[in-house]
Structures are given as structure tokens and as C-alpha cells.
């Protein structure tokens, strides 16, 4: 029997209970929607058994009692954890020193001896449980920043078990790795070399690991290859993508039509720009409104002719940093429409709150220039997922180099999201580009978002993964 075991921070479902109902909601954000897609198909037939295994955000009596109800082609393992090491680890060491260092913004990390103390712990309780399951025939998929030191901790009780770990946010350099205390950087970078593979998104954030291996490690490094005590470790960059059939056969989706044709009707003759994104710093929203508003102000014959859709998806709220951004954003949006706008024209249209499968389709089918923008950002699936959806091979892509994603979209409208006046450029570059050269530049970033799709992602990470264990059983068999 051969089982895969899916390790991350969240499960790709919540539960909630109104009344005698329970509810299960799709949790948002790409890892889930990623490893969700893969596991949906066919290609991973390979494994007789898939477990996910995350933590629960509901109780476990509750999970008890609604867990037959759970209908998906994979089992799921909650690991229950208490509410205050989940918000040192969560809120905390998560998302208040490594998101915000490994997205390049150190002045927002807060290293409170506590976050890490409950990261640790969270992580050691992944551990326990599944010492408690696993066998050393399993395969085990660790996944993202939440969970740097599990396959440490799992190597340790399991030396022959296969252990992958893929990182969905960039790495960072060591001149930034650096700051985090010595002891932290240590445990966080043993804990990763657990894996027998270790996978990035681009070539970059896989050179700045090696450097960090080797300066926090002190240990030899031979291309992609870390040699360790007996064991040798992989890297690999392997690009993710998503489900390209759903984004690209669903856009023509009776009820995606409707939508489009209701955005269709309500912006009438005007352009038509739009972005969403989770709410993050990370992810440039000022600078999109500072580029469009230099827009509109450089070229004022552009006023009533053109609107901005902007969604923001509610995030991480519980942490001030969050919280904080959202009452910027929305006075900054406030401003600027009063500032531009007039009675009869709002130049940004604005919704904080989540949208439907249709709807997201909708829009990415009915804009005329998709805006994103991020300051880093590890790969930015939405700028994938519009490309997908665009069977008119129409539309424009405005794309901040600063995402790995723009590693695999060149044919689209590249921007440094700083420079508000390249950004103001190319919106004008982009509303006014002729049919032909959007035809051939959103063929071609549609034929490489369809060819490196989620699924040629996580195979290309197994063929790895494959090839490092066989050479391990050569060595010592089981
Ligand atoms: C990023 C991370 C994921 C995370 C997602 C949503 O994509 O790489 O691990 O799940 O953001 O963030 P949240 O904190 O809501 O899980």
C-alpha cells in the first residue's frame, strides 16, 4: 500500500454548524486551490491513500461529529492545536517574522521570543501525530513557511522515509535570512534539509537557500546536491501552476457568460481594469493606485472613459498589520475618487469581500487589462488564472517583475512596481494595444501557463522526489 501524505498549515475545508447544518467551506488562497487541483485528478493514482493533513480552525468535538459528511477523494487529518500556540505560530512566527522578512519587508517582522516557542511547539505536535500514523513506506508532502522544521523533526524518528517539502513564498537572501536570530536560523534551515527534496519556485529563491545552507550550516554544498551525514539533499525549482482546464473551460460556463455579460453592460463604453488580490502589503495596492492615478492624471481624456475594478480578499485579519492596511486602503481609495472623480464617474470601483468562482471569471473575461502588481510576491497565481480564462485570447496583462510568475509570463506588460510612472505607462501601453498584438502576446503566455499546469508541477516534483529516495534504498535498503 502506497500512501501520499499532504502536510500544511490549513485544510482545504472548514467547518461551521448553523444550527442542526454543518457547512463545509472551501478555505481560499493557491496552495489550497493547488494541491486541491492535483489531488483531484487522475495523475496521483499512483498512491492507494491521500491524507491532508492540516490544522483545524474548528474544535474537535465539532469536527467529530461532521467529519462523515466530508465528501472528497482524499481523506483529511486534523491536528488540534491550542488556541494560543496556534496564534504565536500562526499570527505570530508565520506571519509576523517569516512572511514578512521573506517578502523583503524586515521593518515589519517582529521577533518576539514567544512566536517562536509556539512555532516550534505547533510544529512538533504535527510531528507527534504523525509518528502516530505514518509507516517508512509512506510519502510524505510538507508544504510552505508555516512548516520549516517538520521534516527535521520527522527525519529524525523516521530515517528512511520519503520526505518532500515545497515553499510557496520566495526565499529570501541572506543579508535578509540573517537578521533572524542565530538559533532560529538554525533550527529553520536543519529543519528543511529533514527533506530529500526541496523544492522553490524559481532559480533565485533556490540560489539564496544554498548561500543561507551554507553560511547558517556550514556544510558542503555540489551543485544542486547538499551533502549531508549519510544523506544527500535535493533542490529543485519547479515553477507551480494551476488547473488550466477549469479556468480555461469554465470561462465559457453559462453562468461565467451571464457575469460577464452584467459586467459587460455596466461599465458600457468605458475600459475596463481590475485586480484581486488577498489583503497583504506584499502585495503593492498603493502602488496600483498611485500608477492609475498618475494614469488619469497624465492623461485626462482618459477621465469617464476607464474604471477600476479592485477586489481585496478579506486575510489574516487578527494581525495589526492587516487590520491596519485594510482602513489605508479604503481611505486611500476614498481620496482618490474624490480627488478624480466627479458625480458621474468613480474611477475606482472598490469591493472588500470574497468572490465567486463566476464571478472571478467573469471579471477576468470582461476587463480589458488585468493589473497586477505585487512588491514581491513567490509566483501570484491570479496572473496565471486570468491568462487561463482568456479563450478570446484578448485582454492585457500588467504584470510587477517582482512575481515569479513573471519567470513564465515575459509576454506580459512587465512593470518595476515602484516606479509609479512605468506603471501609468503601461496602462496607457496596454488600453490602447492593438487586437493583433494582444492575440499573439496572450497565446503565447497561454501556451506556457497550459503546458506547466498544477499537475505537471507536482509530477515534476515526484520524478525528484523518486530519484533522490531510490538512491537512498541503493544505500541503505530498507
Ligand atoms: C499564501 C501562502 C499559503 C496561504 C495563503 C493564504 O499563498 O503561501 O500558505 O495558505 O497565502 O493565506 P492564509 O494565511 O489565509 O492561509
Known amino acids: ?230 544523506r544527500d539533499v535535493r533542490v529543485g525549482a519547479f515553477p507551480i501552476g494551476i488547473d488550466f482546464k477549469r479556468f480555461h473551460e469554465g470561462s465559457s460556463d453559462r453562468a461565467v457568460l451571464l457575469k460577464r455579460s452584467e459586467y459587460l453592460r455596466s461599465k458600457q463604453d468605458k475600459k475596463l481594469i481590475f485586480s484581486v488580490d488577498r489583503l497583504d502589503y506584499s502585495k503593492g495596492v498603493f502602488n496600483r493606485l498611485k500608477g492609475y492615478g498618475e494614469f488619469l492624471v497624465q492623461n485626462p481624456h482618459y477621465k469617464e472613459k476607464v474604471v477600476f475594478a479592485l477586489v481585496i480578499v478579506p486575510s489574516r485579519d487578527s494581525i495589526r498589520k492587516y487590520a491596519e492596511r485594510k482602513k489605508m486602503i479604503d481611505e486611500y481609495i476614498g ?47 491570479v496572473a496565471k488564472e486570468f491568462v487561463a480564462s482568456r479563450r478570446d485570447k484578448q485582454g492585457v496583462l500588467v504584470l510587477s517583475e517582482m512575481a515569479g510568475a513573471a519567470n513564465q509570463l515575459a509576454e506580459a506588460l512587465l512593470i518595476n512596481p515602484n516606479d509609479r510612472r512605468e506603471i501609468s505607462r503601461m496602462i496607457k501601453v496596454g488600453l490602447e494595444m492593438s487586437p493583433d498584438e494582444q492575440e499573439s502576446r496572450m497565446t503565447a503566455m497561454q501556451e506556457s501557463v497550459r503546458s506547466y499546469d498544477v499537475v505537471t508541477w507536482a509530477k515534476q516534483f515526484f520524478t525528484a522526489l523518486d530519484r533522490v529516495s531510490a538512491e537512498q534504498i541503493k544505500k541503505e535498503p530498507l
Open 1 to 230: 500500500m502506497s500512501r501520499l501524505f499532504i502536510i500544511s498549515n490549513r485544510l482545504p475545508i472548514t467547518i461551521e454548524k448553523n444550527g442542526e447544518n454543518y457547512f463545509y467551506r472551501p478555505s481560499s488562497g493557491g496552495l489550497v486551490s493547488a494541491i486541491s487541483a492535483y489531488l483531484g485528478q487522475e495523475a496521483n493514482s499512483r498512491f492507494t491513500r491521500k491524507v491532508w493533513v492540516g490544522v483545524s480552525d474548528c474544535s474537535e468535538k465539532l469536527w467529530k461529529s461532521a467529519d462523515s459528511g466530508i465528501n472528497a477523494e482524499y481523506e483529511f487529518m486534523p491536528v488540534f492545536v491550542s488556541p494560543k500556540h496556534y496564534e504565536q505560530y500562526y499570527d505570530g512566527f508565520s506571519n509576523s517574522v517569516l512572511w514578512p522578512l521573506f517578502h523583503y519587508f524586515p521593518s515589519f517582522a517582529d521577533y518576539q521570543p514567544s512566536f517562536f516557542e509556539g512555532y516550534h511547539k505547533v510544529n512538533a505536535k504535527f510531528a507527534e501525530e504523525l509518528e502516530q500514523t505514518i509507516d517508512a513506506r509512506d510519502t510524505v508532502w510538507i508544504h510552505d513557511y508555516h512548516l520549516l522544521p517538520l521534516a527535521g523533526m520527522l527525519r529524525e524518528k523516521f530515517p528512511q522515509l520519503t520526505i518532500g517539502f515545497f515553499l510557496h513564498i520566495p526565499f529570501p537572501s541572506y543579508e535578509l535570512f540573517r537578521v533572524i536570530p542565530r538559533e532560529w536560523q538554525h533550527e529553520l534551515i536543519n529543519g528543511m534539509l529533514g527533506a530529500d527534496v526541496i523544492g522553490f519556485h524559481t532559480e533565485d529563491y533556490l540560489e539564496h537557500f544554498l548561500t543561507c545552507v551554507q553560511k547558517v550550516m556550514k556544510v558542503t554544498v555540489q551543485g544542486r546536491t547538499i551533502r549531508r551525514s549519510g
Open 335 to 381: 481620496n482618490l475618487n474624490s480627488r478624480l472623480g466627479n458625480i458621474n464617474w468613480q474611477p475606482v470601483m472598490y469591493q472588500y469581500g470574497h468572490l465567486s468562482f463566476e464571478e472571478l471569471l467573469g471579471l477576468y473575461t470582461a476587463c480589458d487589462l488585468a493589473l497586477i502588481t505585487p512588491i514581491r510576491d513567490g509566483m501570484n497565481l
